[in-house]
C-alpha cells in the first residue's frame, strides 16, 4: 500500500525492503518492486537482565547485522546523503525527516532519538537515520562491531554501541519520533517526522492522512479482510 502510494520510504530518493522471501510489493513507474530476501531464523524476545539481555523486545541484533552488510555490499547507499532505516509499522514522512537533517550534510552522524529516561539519549529503532558518511565508517568498522557481544542484544542497541565506539558522532533529535515505546504525540504533531507503532494498515493509514492534513482515504487501497 505504501508502494502504491509512494509514501512511507517509497517517498525518499531510494528505498529497499528486506525479508525472509522474496515478495512483490507493487509497480513504481512501471517497474515491479520485490522485497530483498536475507534468509534468516526466527528470533526470540529477550528479558531484560536474564542471560545478557539488554532488551524486553526481539533479540533481533543479528537479523540487522546481515541487513546492514546486504544494504552495504549492494553499493546503493552511496549517492545519497543519509540513510534510514524505518520499521514497517511506522508511519514515516521523508519530508519532514529531510528538514531535521538538512544543517548535517556532510557529517559522519546519527541521530538517537528517546530521551525519556534522562542521561544518554537512546537510539530507538523504529526509525535509525545516520548520515552516508556513519555508515561508511561502519562498513570499515564492521568486524569489530560484529566482536561485540550482541547476542543478548537488540539491534537498535547493537548499532548505537557499535557508532559510539566507532566515534560517529551523536546528534539527538527528541522531535524525530514520537513513538509509544518511549515519548509519544498525536498524528497531527506536525514536528514529528515519524509516528510508532501503528501494525495494523488502517490505523497506519488514518494516522498518515491525519499526519499530512487529508483525512481522505482511498478505499480501493484499503485492504478488504
Known amino acids: 500500500m505504501q508502494v502504491q502510494r509512494g509514501i512511507g ?3 525518499c530518493n531510494y528505498a529497499a525492503v528486506i525479508s525472509t ?15 530483498w530476501v536475507n534468509l534468516l531464523p526466527s528470533v526470540g524476545m529477550g ?16 537479523t540487522f547485522i546481515k541487513a546492514w552488510d546486504t544494504l552495504v555490499k549492494s553499493d546503493q547507499v552511496w549517492p545519497y546523503d543519509f540513510v534510514v532505516k524505518v520499521d514497517p509499522d511506522a508511519v514515516f514522512i521523508p519530508s519532514r525527516l529531510r528538514d531535521h537533517v538538512r544543517e548535517h550534510v556532510g557529517k559522519t552522524i546519527y541521530f538517537p532519538n528517546c530521551g525519556k529516561w534522562g542521561g544518554k539519549v537512546l537510539l530507538y529503532g523504529s526509525i535509525e537515520v545516520m ?25 537498535d542497541y547493537y548499532m548505537q554501541t557499535c557508532l559510539d565506539k566507532l566515534g560517529v558522532e551523536a546528534v539527538p533529535d527528541l522531535l524525530q ?23 495494523d494498515p488502517d490505523k497506519w493509514f488514518e494516522c498518515f492522512e491525519i499526519a499530512v492534513g487529508d483525512i481522505k482515504i482511498t478505499t480501493d487501497l484499503v485492504p478488504r479482510k
Request: contains cysteine; aromatic residues 14%; hydrophobic residues 30%.
Open 21 to 35: 522471501a522474496k515478495v512483490f510489493l507493487g509497480n513504481i513507474s512501471n517497474q515491479a518492486v520485490y522485497s
Open 9 to 11: 520510504i517509497f517517498g
Open 47 to 62: 528479558q531484560r537482565g536474564v542471560g545478557g539481555s539488554t532488551t524486553d523486545s526481539f533479540l533481533n541484533a543479528y
Open 131 to 155: 548520515s552516508t558518511q556513519a555508515l561508511r565508517r561502519y562498513k570499515d568498522g564492521s568486524d569489530m562491531c560484529n566482536s561485540l557481544d550482541w547476542h543478548g542484544w537488540g539491534e
Open 177 to 199: 519520533v514520537a513513538d509509544k515505546r518511549c515519548l509519544d504525540a498525536p498524528c497531527n504533531d506536525y514536528t514529528r517526522a515519524a509516528f510508532h507503532d501503528y501494525k
